[in-house]
Structures are given as structure tokens and as C-alpha cells.
Nanobody
Framework: QVQLVESGGGLVQPGGSLRLACAAS????????MRWYRQAPGKERELVAY???????NYPDSVKGRFAISRDNAKNTLYLKMNSLKPDDTAVYYC?????????WGQGTQVTVSS
């Protein structure tokens, strides 16, 4: 059974940092691309970071230079380091992967950027 469990969210002041983690199980983590998405209230879910099985990464312009995705294949864990956080980064952050035709999501972790 595929499971993705996010952790690490919370309340942080503007300019602060957080590191999110996603513990994966039920599949061969090292062989699949992984993604982080976020969804703010009233907005569509958006991709914020991608990492391939090779370690290649990609980011949208809105977070490029501030967010860094990484993976620890020995621990079956995906990370998202977020620096220079802004109020606009406030959202629920989700871990995601595609396994063939199936799309899997974690339950999400809330990130709130506010003074």
C-alpha cells in the first residue's frame, strides 16, 4: 500500500525558513520522480518542486532560488527546504508521485507565513 506522509509544517515569520519532509512507503522510492505541490485557500493546487529519480530538479519561477527539493533514498524520504518565506507561500503543502497510471498524494502539511 502506497503511503506518503508529510511533516514539518507550521507557523513562521516572513523571511524565515522551514524544512518539510515526506516519508514514503509501499513502493520503490528511489526509482520514481517526486513532487511537492501547494494549495492556498481559494486557489488551485500548484507544483512547487520536482525531483527525478536521477536527482534532476525543477522549480517554477515563484520559488526558484528560495526552495530546494531533495531526496534521501536510503530513508525513503523527500524533503523541501524553504527559505526567505513570504506570506504568499502560505498554503497546504502536499507530497506527490505517479506510479504508472495512479497518482498518489499525502495528507498535506500546513505552512503559514505571518508576523
Amino acid at each position: 500500500q502506497v503511503q506518503l506522509v508529510e511533516s514539518g509544517g507550521g507557523l513562521v515569520q516572513p523571511g524565515g525558513s522551514l524544512r518539510l519532509a515526506c516519508a514514503a512507503s509501499g513502493f520503490t522510492f528511489s526509482t520514481y520522480a517526486m513532487r511537492w505541490y501547494r494549495q492556498a485557500p481559494g486557489k488551485e493546487r500548484e507544483l512547487v518542486a520536482y525531483i527525478g529519480s536521477s536527482g534532476r530538479t525543477n522549480y517554477p519561477d515563484s520559488v526558484k532560488g528560495r526552495f530546494a527539493i531533495s531526496r534521501d533514498n536510503a530513508k525513503n524520504t523527500l524533503y523541501l527546504k524553504m527559505n526567505s518565506l513570504k506570506p504568499d507561500d502560505t498554503a497546504v503543502y502536499y507530497c506527490n508521485t505517479w506510479l504508472g497510471p495512479e497518482n498518489y498524494w499525502g495528507q498535506g502539511t500546513q505552512v503559514t507565513v505571518s508576523s
